[in-house]
């Protein structure tokens, strides 16, 4: 109860907008408590200075703030919109900058979109333990959301700092304070016997498509609705990076045992044609013959796996053969990143890993995709 009182005093401003939105329809956006009041958004009737007489031509669209000027007749092509009106941007016939009309007033959200976005926001972190900034609406294209916030950290006698802090939208934001809370936190403590105290490396809102390739769909984190998380810092000052510290993945391993295996075949070849002296008797094995047979194998499947880039599982131990030389990373931080990236995928529409594939080795992808019909996507 005392956390719920705690951030429902935090996000006293908030509440106190909806209040005021759901009278008169007004959203007036304020930063998170002491910070300086951010611009207020548009109300939907315009001010009487904006709303000046408009000439005897037809006027613009409300949106517009003065009537774009006319071209001149001789420069209008023949599929010009009719006078009075803004074409959109990519009108056919419109050139920027040779005389047609000015582009349309990039989109907005409309009172009533950013009103339920702040509802929504209200509704869903209240209850939970976080700290916040709600920061203006933005809106690019299809990219944005109406009621966006800076997440600072989760947590109260625990807290996580988010460095530097994402801006996501509240939904996501939700989500992360449950997975630090329910996952993050309780392996931590069993694993690292330590808590987490910071997230480095976190990045979400980007107006862009998946891979950034045009040929692919519209990003969550165009949306807000993913972010990237790169490594963990303890309470004792262990920084804890996804890269270093997951080891080498499946994708790696069976590349390593490819390579081990061509090098050793290079080398049987390579053995079997060279001659042999016809003369010569077969030497008698001297006293230890066979572990010295067993160290020279030994030490020439350790140099194939080292010109394959990977190490056997235990460096102070010979390997076992190729099956078993090269494994899967088991060191705390490793066992840890595993334990976090499968408790992840019970909170989370979508997680990425190393495991997925070489644009992910780095960090973890995290977002509140919704599927219909199907599961969340975990690899």
Known sequence: MASTDKTLANLSAWISLAALAGLVVIPLYFRHEDARPLPAVPRT???????????????????????????????VPPTAVPPGTVPPANAPGTVPGAGAPAPATPDVWSDAEQVAGLRDCVRLLAPLALEVDLDMPMRHGQCGTPAPVLLHSVGEAEKVVFDPAPQMNCRLAGGLARWV???????????????????????SYACRNIYNSPNLPLSEHATGNAVDIAGFVTADGHIITVKHAWGPTERDIAAAKKKAAEAAAKGVAKGDAKPKDEGAQPAKPEAGGEDAAKKAATDKEKANLHKAGLKTADASRPAAGLSGAVVASTTPEATFLKRLHHGA???????????????????????????????????
């Open 45 to 75: 009737k315009p001010a009487p200075t904006v709303n000046a007489p408009a000439p005897p031509s037809p006027s613009p669209s409300p949106s517009a703030q003065a009537p774009p000027a006319k071209a001149p007749p001789a420069t």
């Open 181 to 203: 809370e329910t996952v993050l936190q309780p392996i931590a403590k069993e694993i690292l016997k330590s808590r987490i105290v910071r997230i480095v490396g976190a990045s």
């Open 345 to 379: 995928c019970s909170v989370f529409g979508t997680v990425l890993g190393p495991e997925a594939n070489d644009a992910h080795r780095d960090h973890f992808h995290l977002d509140m995709k919704e599927r219909k019909g199907t599961a969340g996507v975990c690899h």
